[in-house]
C-alpha cells in the first residue's frame, strides 16, 4: 500500500517535520467507529523490543466521496498546528490511498465517548470527566474556534475516563458569530440532537461559542442520565424541541443527582444564548465547586450560578426590542391560516435599515410545528431595470425534512404540490409593464 502526502494548503503547510509520509503497511488496523461520512480505525505497529505504537486513521465512507466531506478532513487538519494536543486530537498527516484521502490523528490513547456510555454515569466519575470535556472545550475557544458539532462520538476519553480530548473539528468556525438560514435537517451543519436551537436557522439568531455549550449540556445530560433530553425520531419534530420544549431535569429523571449539578445542565440548555453559560471557563468553575464538595462531602449545596462567567468580549443581545406588537400581528395571522382559514397577505412597510425583515423571520420559530415553508426574495435598487428580478429570484421555499413533509406545510397559505413552486409562480406574473406592483404570494394556489 503506497501513500502520499497531500498538500491541503500551501499558506498553512506545517514544518517539513511533521509532514512524514506513514507507511499503513506496518500498522495493522481496527475498526474503531463508524457513521455516515467517517470511519475511524486504530492503526497498531509493534516496534522492536516489543514496544507498541498506535495512529488513529480517518477514512471517508461514501463513494463517491461528497465535496463537504473532503473540505471536513481538509479544515481538521488545517487546524492542527493551532491547538493543544493536551486538549485535542492533533491530525499528522493527509494522505492519499487510491485517489481517497484519509487523515492520520494522534492516538491519545482513547475511546469516542458515545461508545462508552452505558446507562447513567455517578456523579463523582461524571463531574471528573465533564471538568475535562469543558476545559478542552474552552481551549478551542480561546483559539477563536466554534467547534459547531460538540457530541460524545467527537470526545476521545481515555479508558478510566479522567481525561478528554476534542476531535472533529472539520466543521469549525472562526467567525465570532454566524447566522444560519433555515435549511432542510439534513443540509444543517452538525448533529442534530445536540444542536442548539440557534443552529437550526429558525431562531432568527446567531451562531457564536455559546451554540457549543448547549451542545455540551445535551452531552453532559445523556451522561449523567443515559438518555438524551429529547428522544424523539422525526426531524423536525426534534428541532421544535430544541426551540421551545423543556427537558426534564436531571434530578427529576436519576435519583441521586444533586439539584445544583442538575442546574448547571438546564442552564446550559437554555433556549436563549444570553441565558445560557457565557464561557466553558464558567462551566468548568461551576464543575470544580461541585467536584470538591463530593469529594469532601459527599453532597453538594445549590450555589448561584456562572459567578466566575465572565466573557472575554462584549456580547450584545440578539433580542428584537419594541416590537412585540407587529410580531403578534404576523403571528396571529399565521395562526388563522393553519386553522383553515384564507390565505393572508400582510406588508411590513418602513424605511430601510429600520429592521423589517429581522420582525419577519421571527416567524420562523412559528413555522416547526405546523410544518411551515419560508420563502424570501429582496426587492434590490441596483436590479431596478431587471424584469420581475425579485420574484425570479425568491429563494425556493424552506421545507421541513422530506417530500411528504412539504406537501403538507403551509406559510400563511396551504401550497398545493401538484405543480413546481417556480411554475406557479409564473402564473401570478402580469403580461405587461403596466402590472408591476400587482403583488400575488408566490406560494399561494
Not at 370 to 380: C, E, Q, V, Y
Request: contains cysteine; positive net charge; glycine residues 8%.
Amino acid at each position: 500500500m503506497s501513500t502520499t502526502a497531500l498538500d491541503v494548503d500551501s499558506r498553512e503547510r506545517s514544518p517539513p517535520s511533521e509532514q512524514s509520509v506513514f507507511d499503513l503497511t506496518q500498522y495493522t488496523l481496527e475498526p474503531v467507529r463508524r457513521d455516515a461520512e467517517l470511519a475511524l480505525f486504530r492503526g497498531l505497529r509493534r516496534g522492536q523490543g516489543g514496544s507498541r505504537s498506535s495512529i488513529l486513521v480517518q477514512v471517508p465512507v461514501a463513494d463517491p466521496l461528497s465535496p463537504a466531506t473532503l473540505r471536513s478532513l481538509q479544515r481538521d487538519y488545517a487546524l492542527r498546528c493551532e491547538l493543544d494536543p493536551a486538549y485535542v486530537v492533533r491530525s499528522l498527516s493527509m494522505l492519499q490511498e487510491h485517489g481517497r484521502p484519509m487523515v492520520i490523528l494522534e492516538d491519545p490513547p482513547g475511546t469516542p465517548l458515545d461508545l462508552l456510555l452505558n446507562g447513567a454515569m455517578n456523579i463523582g466519575q461524571f463531574l471528573r470527566l465533564a471538568i475535562r470535556v469543558a476545559g478542552a472545550l474552552g481551549h478551542v475557544h480561546s483559539r477563536g474556534l466554534v467547534h459547531k458539532d460538540i457530541k460524545p462520538a467527537n470526545i476521545l476519553v481515555n479508558a478510566a475516563l479522567t481525561q478528554a480530548w476534542l476531535m472533529g473539528l472539520g466543521v469549525a468556525s472562526r467567525l465570532p458569530r454566524e447566522r444560519q438560514s433555515g435549511q432542510p435537517s439534513e443540509f444543517l451543519v452538525g448533529t442534530l440532537a445536540y444542536m442548539a436551537p440557534e443552529q437550526t436557522g429558525r431562531m432568527n439568531r446567531s451562531i457564536d461559542s455559546r451554540s457549543d455549550l448547549y451542545a455540551l449540556g445535551v452531552s453532559f445530560y445523556e451522561m449523567l442520565t443515559g438518555t438524551l433530553p429529547f428522544t424523539v425520531t422525526d426531524p423536525m419534530e426534534l428541532v421544535h424541541c430544541h426551540i421551545a420544549r423543556q427537558p426534564t431535569a436531571p434530578c427529576e429523571k436519576v435519583n441521586g443527582v444533586p439539584r445544583a449539578v442538575s442546574e448547571i445542565i438546564m442552564k446550559l440548555l437554555v433556549k436563549t444564548a444570553e441565558d445560557r453559560y457565557q464561557t466553558a471557563a464558567g462551566v468548568e468553575s461551576d464543575l470544580r465547586r461541585c467536584l470538591t464538595e463530593w469529594e469532601t462531602q459527599r453532597c453538594i449545596e445549590e450555589f448561584p450560578l456562572g459567578e466566575l462567567d465572565t466573557p472575554a468580549r462584549l456580547l450584545i443581545p440578539e433580542k428584537l426590542y419594541g416590537r412585540e406588537s407587529e410580531i403578534d400581528t404576523l403571528l396571529a395571522a399565521f395562526g388563522r391560516v393553519v386553522a383553515g382559514r384564507k390565505p393572508e397577505l400582510i406588508l411590513v412597510s418602513g424605511y430601510s435599515g429600520v429592521g423589517k425583515s429581522s420582525v419577519v423571520n421571527e416567524l420562523n420559530k412559528s413555522l416547526v410545528p405546523p410544518r411551515g415553508l419560508f420563502a424570501s426574495g429582496k426587492f434590490d435598487q441596483h436590479k431596478r431595470d431587471i424584469p420581475y428580478a425579485t420574484p425570479s429570484g425568491v429563494s425556493e421555499p424552506r421545507p421541513a425534512t422530506s417530500g411528504k413533509e412539504r406537501s403538507r406545510a403551509g406559510v400563511l397559505a396551504r401550497c398545493a404540490p401538484r405543480r413546481p413552486w417556480r411554475e406557479r409562480t409564473a402564473d401570478h406574473r402580469p403580461c405587461s409593464g403596466a402590472g408591476t406592483h400587482h403583488r400575488t404570494p408566490a406560494s399561494c394556489s
